[in-house]
Structures are given as structure tokens and as C-alpha cells.
């Protein structure tokens, strides 16, 4: 009989052997400024309605697999027109592999842009997907010739463009996306995961290119624990997609809680401008430092590059506070770190550590 580390590589996919699984560090007890969450809870007399929504939940029941009051008090927070429709997902992670299946016929490539959101790439990986990631320019922008060029060359079924993007934090020019909506023969995904801290959006845009669809997620507005994302765009092509939703992807407590929160989409709106305040603080505070160059943002994180990046992760992991390396990570990034907009309080500590271990480093 053969051992069970034998069968596994006999039988698992090569690439899936290859791969690392995706590292979440521990974080009990630190300060959390590593993955993009809203600091803040919602008001108690808010949060008391929530409990009384759970209790009554039938959990006994699977999920409505189509919840309607739900879809539509999204589609009523976007202003979607008539023909358009959402579809939720368990995170919006899902919705990227749901994307990727329906297209993924033998041979075909899914494009983004480096550095962007891991999960692109992975998620082609995990399909055995071909994969092309495009280099941004130095500045982060998008390298319109370098883009225009893949395009034409790889063909692309699927493309994702993270506005504003992670984990550089910028907005890319609307009219160079648009470009690549009118240029790609592909469906192109806007990923709006960070709407609530940015300036723009393509979800007015969506009906005047019928390869476009805009995704987004709730995650880094304050339900990071609920998981729930949405796909939003032209009912022929989210009802292809509904095809290979797994029938209960979204749970009765997410549906019901998120209703809930949706009712008071203003409170996590509030949250959100408190935070883009914060954001502006937080980066003037940074790029007073010497030595410390601080990238414009338009979501709630600001990516730094540094003279010790790993140093600097290191000495603030010493003294609580848990932030972002991306050194390593991309030849892009390199002395780069990542850091999410906290509470005042929380950014106060992530400075006076920065600054303490930058001082040690001396
Ligand atoms: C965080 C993030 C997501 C993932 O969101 P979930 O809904 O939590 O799965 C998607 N896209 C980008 C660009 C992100 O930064």
C-alpha cells in the first residue's frame, strides 16, 4: 500500500503542489492595521437591532439562494438601471474564481496588472488558467503601450483592474481603462473593492460597454466577517454566471446582516470619510520622515517604501502592531510596506513604533 504523502503527489495537480497556502499571520492582541479592515464597530443601538435579526434568524433553513430584498437594496444603493442585475458572492474573492470558470475554455489567459490583488493570479492558477500579468509603469500608472500590446498578443478572455488598486493604493486613469474596455475583445472586470475611500467609480459606465461588469465587496466597508461581495452589470452575463454559483453561497446570517447594515449604509459611509480623514493625517505624518517615501492613495491603506522594509515589519511587529511586507512580494515593491488606515488611536501607535524602530535601526 502506498504511503499517503505518495498518493497526495501522485494525485494532487503539480502546480497545486507548488503553491503555498495563503498566509494569514496571527494577529491576537496586536494592533490590526494588516488587511485593509474598517476599525471601527457599528453604534450599539445598531448593532442591537443586528442581534435582534440574528436571533429570529431560521438557521435551521438553508439560505434563500436568490435573496431579492437584498439584491435590491444594492442595486438601489448604485442606481442600477433597468437590465442590470447583481450577483452576491461569498466575498468577492468567489466571484473572481465564478468569473474565471465560466470563461476559462482550453488555452485561455487571464490578464491583469502587477503589482495588483494576489487573488487573480491565483485563482487562474488553481484552474490552470493561463495567467498574464502586465508590469505597471514605475509610477503605478498603468503602461497603456505595455497593456495595449498583451492584449493584442494574448487575447485575453478575462482581465481584472483592482480602481483603485491594492496594494498600491492609487487610482488608475478612467480614460486609460476605458481604452482598454473599448480595445480588449475580453470581458473586463473593474474591481471597486475599495469604493467607499475613492473619488470614482465605473458603475455609471457599465451600460455603454457590453464587455464591462463591476465588482465589489462590503469587506473593507465593515462586514470584512461577513463575507459578501457583488458582481454588477448586464443580466446576460450574470445569469451565465448564476449557473455556476454553488446554490447556497451566501448564508442566512451574512443575508440578514447585511440588510441590515445596508439600511444604514450612511453610518459606514461616515466611517469610511472619518477613515479617508485619517488617511490624509496618517500621510503627512509619514512623509515628514526622512528616508520614508509615501504613495497618494485612494483607498484605506497607504503603501510606504522604505531603506529596511523587513527591519521596519519587524521592529513594529516587536511592539504590536501588525502591518503589510510587501518586500518579496514583487520586484515592484521592493522595501515596501503596507498599512491600513486605523483609528486616530491606532495610528498613533503605529507612528510612535515606526518611529521607535526606525530610530533603534539607526
Ligand atoms: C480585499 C480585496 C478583495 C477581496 O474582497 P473579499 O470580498 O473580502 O473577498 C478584492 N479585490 C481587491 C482589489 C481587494 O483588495
Redesign the pocket.
Known amino acids: 500500500m502506498s504511503s499517503i504523502s505518495t498518493l497526495v503527489s501522485q494525485l494532487v495537480r503539480p502546480e497545486i503542489l507548488a503553491l503555498n497556502a495563503y498566509h494569514v499571520p496571527v494577529s491576537a492582541g496586536m494592533v490590526k492595521l494588516d488587511a ?1 479592515e474598517n476599525p471601527y464597530q457599528v453604534p450599539q443601538s445598531l448593532r442591537e437591532e443586528i442581534a435582534a435579526v440574528v436571533s429570529g434568524a431560521a438557521i435551521n433553513r438553508y439560505p434563500d439562494p436568490n435573496p431579492l430584498a437584498l439584491k435590491r437594496k444594492i442595486a438601489a444603493l448604485l442606481q442600477l438601471k433597468s437590465g442590470m442585475s447583481v450577483l452576491l458572492g461569498n ?3 468567489e466571484l473572481i474564481q465564478l468569473l474565471a470558470m465560466a470563461v476559462n475554455k482550453p488555452g485561455t489567459t487571464l490578464l491583469s496588472v502587477e503589482p495588483s ?1 494576489v ?1 487573480y493570479k491565483m485563482i487562474a492558477t488553481f484552474l490552470g488558467m493561463r495567467y498574464v500579468g502586465v508590469p505597471l509603469a514605475q509610477d503605478f500608472s498603468l503602461d497603456m503601450s505595455a497593456m495595449l500590446a498583451a492584449i493584442e498578443r494574448d487575447k485575453p478572455a478575462l482581465i481584472f483592474l ?1 480602481y483603485p488598486n ?1 496594494p498600491t493604493g492609487n487610482a488608475f486613469s478612467a480614460a486609460d481603462i476605458k481604452q482598454i474596455i473599448a480595445a480588449a475583445p475580453s470581458l473586463v472586470v473593474v ?1 471597486e ?1 475599495y469604493y467607499a475611500f475613492a473619488e470614482d467609480s465605473f458603475v455609471p459606465h457599465l451600460a455603454e460597454y457590453p464587455n464591462l461588469l463591476v465588482m465589489r ?1 462590503f ?2 466597508l465593515g462586514m ?1 466577517g461577513l463575507r459578501l ?1 457583488f458582481l454588477v452589470g448586464s443580466e446576460l452575463w450574470l445569469n451565465e454566471l448564476e449557473k455556476l454559483r454553488l446554490p447556497y453561497n451566501v448564508g442566512v446570517l451574512p443575508q440578514l446582516v447585511a440588510e441590515k447594515l445596508l439600511d444604514h449604509h450612511d453610518v459606514l459611509l461616515a466611517q469610511a470619510e472619518q477613515i479617508k480623514q485619517d488617511r490624509s493625517l496618517l500621510l503627512q505624518e509619514l512623509s515628514a520622515i526622512k528616508g520614508v517615501k509615501v504613495y497618494p492613495s485612494s483607498a484605506n491603506f497607504l503603501l510606504l517604501r522604505v531603506a529596511r522594509a523587513k527591519e521596519i515589519f519587524e521592529g513594529l511587529k516587536q511592539r504590536g502592531v501588525l502591518i503589510k511586507n510587501l518586500h518579496g512580494s514583487h520586484p515592484m515593491l521592493q522595501d515596501c510596506l503596507r498599512v491600513t488606515v486605523g483609528t486616530p488611536e491606532e495610528n498613533r501607535r503605529f507612528l510612535e513604533a515606526f518611529n521607535e524602530t526606525i530610530t533603534q535601526l539607526a
Open positions: 485593509m466575498g468577492s474573492d490583488f487573488m483592482a491594492n474591481d473593492a465587496t469587506s473593507k470584512a461581495g
